[in-house]
């Protein structure tokens, strides 16, 4: 799982630094050659952003490095502290099981219906949706793992940030 999540992670920083290359080249095409990359919004706010966001879901988690708040949960005995962060990280797990499955979903709906962008450039719109997915999945499988080892009590949430 770790080398899944560590390539998914090192796409998303290649995407941020395809991200910045476009934004400038855009920048400078416009300004000062009156001739902006064509298709520069819709590669970035399809492609490059979702795979931003969602590809370094499951590295991120896998740190520990979302924000938590545990005011209240430091206040609980150990047992009930770790059915809480459980209960949590099952919860969220799901949720991005859902997402995952209807981003997926709908990608393949948009492949098979050859669904593309009305733009200059006639880009495929099944791929966001599908980096939603594989991003999702691999932070749910990620939360299910850490789901089961903070039930038995095999790692703490705060003891695994601080590492």
Known sequence: MRAIETMLDWIGAAC???????????????YLFLQPVHGAVEIAEMYLIPAIVFLAMAAT???WGNI?????????????????NALILAAAGLLLAAIAWGSGSMALELYRAGAVTDGFLP????VGPALVAFGTAA???RLAIQTVLVALGAISPREAAQE
């Open 16 to 30: 941020l630094a395809v991200l910045m290359l476009l934004i400038v080249s855009d920048g400078l095409g416009r």
């Open 61 to 63: 988690q896998r740190e």
């Open 68 to 84: 938590r708040i545990d005011i209240l949960a430091d206040r609980l005995p150990d047992w009930l502290q770790r059915a809480v």
């Open 123 to 126: 880009l495929p719109t099944s």
């Open 139 to 141: 932070a749910a499988v």
